[in-house]
T-cell receptor
Framework: GQQLNQSPQSMFIQEGEDVSMNCTSS?????WLWYKQDPGEGPVLLIA???AGELTSNGRLTAQFGITRKDSFLNISASIPSDVGIYFC????????????WGAGTKLIIKP | DGGITQSPKYLFRKEGQNVTLSCEQN?????MYWYRQDPGQGLRLIYY???????QKGDIAEGYSVSREKKESFPLTVTSAQKNPTAFYLC???????????????FGPGTRLTVL
């Protein structure tokens, strides 16, 4: 089925490090969303992007809508323990009915 | 508090039994959704409902059924026809639904269904 390519699949980081993850597709998207999911809970929206090239921040999080409209990036600066969880990208394709297509997630783990 | 509630949090059922998962929202949202989540995969849409008494199949509707008799409620029944029902089920709602690209989906806490 349809899916976004999200990478990396998992990341082991030290507290204080910066984190980068991305989503790519062969299709053109008109919306990119980034969600975070804690264990046993539902995803929570972090950032929404609606225009190519758009760069949006939410505290230590920054996301960008790729200029080609086929990708998006999420950066987390100065990671803290509560950043652990699974980060999902989701998007709406230009030729769809705005149904969300989801990446498989990036699992963020803090190294002790 | 406004939000989406799902119950139960954990559900165990024997193979061959139908089971119904509850989803309620008090956000006055028009649209509601059911997703299935399996380890290492993105969310997959089972059903969605744009308005009361209307619902559409998603990508993996086989073996599932829904109803939308009230705006606040969107229960999901996992039938015995679903070949691999063990999964984490997430309900979501949004203000307008799939008609607007700027619509945002808000998720409930999920129900973990295990079929023994």
């Amino acid at each position: 089925g349809q899916q976004l390519n999200q990478s990396p699949q998992s990341m082991f980081i030290q507290e204080g490090e910066d984190v980068s993850m991305n989503c790519t597709s062969s299709s053109i998207f008109n919306t990119w969303l980034w969600y975070k999911q804690d264990p046993g809970e539902g995803p929570v929206l972090l950032i929404a992007l609606y225009k190519a090239g758009e760069l949006t921040s939410n505290g230590r999080l920054t996301a960008q809508f790729g200029i080609t409209r086929k990708d998006s990036f999420l950066n987390i600066s100065a990671s803290i323990p509560s950043d652990v969880g699974i980060y999902f990208c989701a998007g709406c394709r230009v030729d769809s009915n705005y149904q969300l297509i989801w990446g498989a997630g990036t699992k963020l783990i803090i190294k002790p | 508090d406004g939000g989406i509630t799902q119950s139960p949090k954990y559900l165990f059922r024997k193979e061959g039994q139908n089971v119904t998962l509850s989803c309620e929202q008090n956000l006055n949202h028009d649209a509601m959704y059911w997703y299935r989540q399996d380890p290492g995969q993105g969310l997959r849409l089972i059903y969605y409902s744009q308005i009361v008494n209307d619902f559409q199949k998603g990508d993996i509707a086989e073996g599932y059924s829904v109803s939308r008799e009230k705006k606040e409620s969107f229960p999901l029944t996992v039938t015995s026809a679903q070949k691999n029902p063990t999964a984490f089920y997430l309900c979501a709602s949004s203000m307008w639904g799939l008609a607007r690209k700027t619509d945002t989906q808000y998720f409930g806490p999920g129900t973990r269904l295990t079929v023994l």
